[in-house]
């Protein structure tokens, strides 16, 4: 499944005026590193292949956020009926998950899937503590305009003890609540995606961003980019950064343009490695970090050792500098959508980050035993969707 991962960036929601102390370092630090980076690269000094950045534990932290509620069930045919959206965030919440992507409000024209998503939102925050789950929980959402963003504020607004602020954590009674704005590597995946070229999707996003720093309404403030990622060509991204290539503005503009005007025909490694190769092997990371964002989660996508394999290098070379978190797609969700494989088998996940040394917080048999990943134990089952009788 060719994926294109996106560019996101994540803003909390918290009860009106509360300003989030530890956010706004973090976000200081987040443009920080991406204001030192970009001088770097713009310098286009070869400082980048200096020592590398000392490791420290805390480099190693993952935040492994599980999107199937929404990537995974956006693309059902069938209308699932809420009780069984609901009952999948709940399963995934009682297999150790902390982060749930729950929905997105965006254009039920576009997204019919996710026109329930106030509802969803308004249910988690309505609920009564008793029927919240075990663990503390962050609830994410997707918001492309200032049109979802005033969607969210409102159901938000009719639950302001509901959650927690940030950067308060989150506890099993009070939920944190995420919102995502999200905005494409390649234009062509920016129309057909958001119906718009990059440039308005982050004039949106800067929107957004705006609107949630207006004193009225809940506050909601830009926390460190959570998900940024590359074209479809991520992956030769991913391995010409391990070598160091350092990034300029006008860089990224001339690939971009490259980008945009011609892919890599065939999705095969070896193709993408060669089209590389031919362009000047740029990496996106630095690219990213010139619009003012330090990648922090890289979307593994791939099911394949070599995907798996350069999805890995960043890890492997990166600077230190800023925590790599890993968000990837619908490990519960798309299995849950009956026909559709995961594009990581939630088993082949838990071995992968084990051999990286790093434990995600869940286990395989609580995965499972949970239920979030048989079609057949959600709300009414399978059949029940497709007879809609639920
Ligand atoms: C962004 C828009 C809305 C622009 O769509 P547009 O048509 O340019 O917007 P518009 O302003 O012209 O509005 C069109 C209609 O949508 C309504 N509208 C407008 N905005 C909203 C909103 N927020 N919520 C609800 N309704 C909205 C608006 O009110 C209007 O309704 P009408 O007046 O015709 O009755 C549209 O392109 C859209 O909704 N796109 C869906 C984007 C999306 O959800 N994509 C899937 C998620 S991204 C993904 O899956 C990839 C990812 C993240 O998972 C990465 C990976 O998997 O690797």
């Not at 639950?159 to 927690?164: Q, S």
């Not at 009674?173 to 440039?199: G, M, Q, W, Y």
């Not at 594009?343 to 040394?357: Q, V």
Request: charged share 20%.
């Amino acid at each position: 499944m060719a994926r294109h991962a996106l560019l996101s960036r994540r803003l909390l929601a918290s009860r009106p005026c509360v300003r989030a102390a530890t956010t706004t370092t973090t976000r200081r630090r987040a443009f920080a590193t991406a204001a030192s980076s970009s001088s770097s690269s713009s310098s286009s000094s070869s400082s980048s292949s200096s020592a590398p950045h000392p490791r420290r534990a805390s480099d190693y932290r993952v935040k492994l956020v599980e999107v199937g509620p929404r990537d995974g069930l956006q693309n059902e045919k069938t209308a699932v009926p809420l009780p069984v959206k609901l009952d999948l965030i709940d399963r995934l919440a009682r297999a150790g998950m902390t982060t749930v992507e729950a929905g997105a409000f965006v254009s039920p024209k576009w997204v019919p899937q996710m026109a329930g998503s106030s509802e969803i939102l308004d249910h988690l925050l309505g609920r009564a503590p008793a029927s919240a789950p075990a663990g503390p929980l962050t609830y994410s959402f997707l918001v492309p305009n200032l049109k979802g963003l005033d969607a969210a504020v409102r159901v938000l607004a009719r639950h302001p003890d509901a959650f927690t602020p940030d950067p308060l954590p989150p506890t099993p009674s009070k939920p944190a609540i995420e919102l995502a704005v999200f905005a494409a590597a390649t234009e062509s995946f920016s129309r057909a995606n958001l119906n718009c070229d990059i440039d308005t999707s982050l004039a949106r996003f800067r929107e957004v961003i705006q609107a949630a720093k207006e004193p009225a309404g809940a506050a909601l403030l830009l926390p460190p980019p959570r998900r940024c990622a590359c074209a479809p060509t991520s992956r030769w991204c991913w391995a010409a950064r391990s070598r160091g290539t350092t990034w300029t503005r006008t860089r990224w503009r001339a690939s971009r343009r490259r980008c945009s005007r011609r892919g890599p025909t065939r999705s095969r490694w070896g193709t993408r490695r060669a089209w590389a190769r031919r362009r000047g092997r740029r990496s996106c990371s630095g690219a990213w970090r010139a619009r003012g964002c330090a990648p922090r989660t890289w979307p593994c996508t791939s099911t394949t050792r070599t995907g798996r394999r350069s999805s890995t290098r960043p890890w492997r070379s990166s600077t230190g500098s800023e925590p790599l978190t890993a968000a990837w797609p619908g490990s519960a969700g798309a299995r849950t959508a009956p026909g559709r494989r995961a594009t990581w088998r939630p088993r082949t996940s838990c071995t992968f980050w084990r051999r990286w040394g790093w434990t995600p917080g869940w286990t395989w048999t609580r995965w499972w035993t949970s239920g979030s990943g048989s079609p057949r134990r959600l709300g009414g089952g399978t059949a029940a969707w497709s007879a809609g009788r639920c």
